[in-house]
């Protein structure tokens, strides 16, 4: 049976307990709550921003629309401008003149089907316009509180990481002269039993699994010598005799 000094042993448990509140910190870290708030902002964010490109394109391509539309009013309107002109000026002969006056006729049906069109393109754009402005505006609040939250996480980290560290530096000087062999099977079992390597055995119960002994192996192990390394029959983590 592995043997390690009994007070090696003891020291175990003032180990397990750094180790389980070093564990204990990094689960905080990983599980803070703004760290779920941080992911909902940017899930919307990335929506938002997708909403924000898609109008800039259709704004984009509405004011195309708006100013092809008023070149082809003021295409219209300059033909007939000339018509007129030539109208007033009653050049021509009379068949001439009443062919201007047609033309005049079809530029004015032209001419209101066509600003129409512009109309509907201006308000299209407007419209446009708006939401792009709202989705660029709820995508910077959302960047901004993002933001805050992510100084919020960047702060708890760094507390919590110096906390781990004191917690690191703690444990060097505690585990410093710990028998080897009792170390590495300590952070052996703490490995494959959850952060718990060691527990102390207490008025007949395993603290680690807090399972009853029955009184044959509580027997069993009171024959042991001191430096034994015993383990749970139940959890197989080492059990610590003599802790207070």
Same mark, same amino acid.
């Given at each position: ?65 708006? $100013? ?5 009013? *003021? !295409?219209?309107?300059?033909? @007939?401008? &000339? %018509?007129? =002109? ?51 505006? $709820? ?5 901004? *509180? !993002?933001?805050?939250?992510? @100084?919020? &996480? %960047?702060? =708890? ?88």
């Amino acid at each position: 049976m592995p043997s390690a000094p009994a007070a090696d042993q003891i020291r175990l448990l003032d180990v397990q307990d750094i180790d389980l509140r070093a564990q204990q910190a990094r689960h905080r870290r990983d599980h803070l709550p703004v760290l779920t708030q941080i992911a909902e902002l940017e899930s919307r964010l990335k929506d938002l921003d997708e909403a924000r490109v898609a109008t800039a394109t259709r704004v984009s391509d509405l004011r195309r629309a708006v $100013q092809k539309a008023e070149d082809d009013v *003021q !295409v219209v309107r300059d033909r @007939a401008a &000339r %018509d007129n =002109a030539r109208l007033s000026a009653g050049q021509g002969s009379p068949k001439d003149l009443q062919a201007l006056q047609s033309e005049l006729e079809v530029l004015g049906r032209r001419q209101s089907a066509l600003e129409e069109v512009e109309l509907e393109a201006m308000e299209a754009l407007e419209a446009a316009e708006g939401e792009h402005a709202s989705a660029k505006e $709820q995508v910077d609040a959302i960047t901004a *509180q !993002v933001e805050e939250l992510a @100084a919020e &996480r %960047d702060a =708890a980290w760094n507390e919590i990481d110096e906390e781990v560290a004191t917690l690191e530096r703690d444990r060097n000087l505690v585990v410093d002269g710990i028998d080897a062999t009792l170390l590495a099977l300590y952070d052996k079992l703490r490995a494959a039993q959850g952060g718990i390597g060691a527990a102390a055995l207490a008025q007949g119960q395993c603290l680690g699994c807090r399972t009853v002994l029955n009184p044959g192996d509580l027997r069993d192990i009171e024959t042991k010598a001191p430096d034994a390394i015993v383990r749970c029959e139940e959890c197989g983590r080492i059990l610590v005799r003599g802790a207070k």
